[in-house]
Nanobody, 115 residues
């Protein structure tokens, strides 16, 4: 399984970006897909996840600003990020977990929010 993320970039505070991630390969039974981020000098942290049944979970720091969604084919996941803040600056990683617990990570995409 390969996860390909896109959509990162540089934006001013208050702006918006949309991240997309597509899984390819053997993609059946991808139970949970989501996004994590890692800022310089910090540990990787959860941003948002969405289950096959569309149940979502968000970090408190992004609630009300970010929205996660899955594509109809269930092998894609998007993250709409609004009202971005400088503290959202990080490398964002796409993640997918299969029903059997197998865990996959994509290469990160850089999001930089200038003040």
């Amino acid at each position: 399984v390969q996860l390909q993320a896109s959509g990162g970039g540089l934006v001013q505070a208050g702006g918006s970006l949309r991240l997309s991630c597509a899984a390819s390969g053997t993609i059946f039974n991808m139970n949970v897909m989501g996004w994590y981020r890692q800022a310089p000098g910090k540990q990787r942290e959860l941003v948002a996840t969405i289950t096959m049944g569309e149940r979502t979970n968000y970090a408190d720091s992004v609630k009300g600003r970010f929205t996660i969604s899955r594509g109809n084919a269930r092998n894609t996941v998007g993250l709409q990020m609004n009202f971005l803040k400088p503290e959202d600056t990080a490398v964002y990683y796409c993640n997918a977990i299969r029903l059997n617990g197998a865990n996959y990570w994509g290469k990160g995409t850089q999001v930089t929010v200038s003040s």
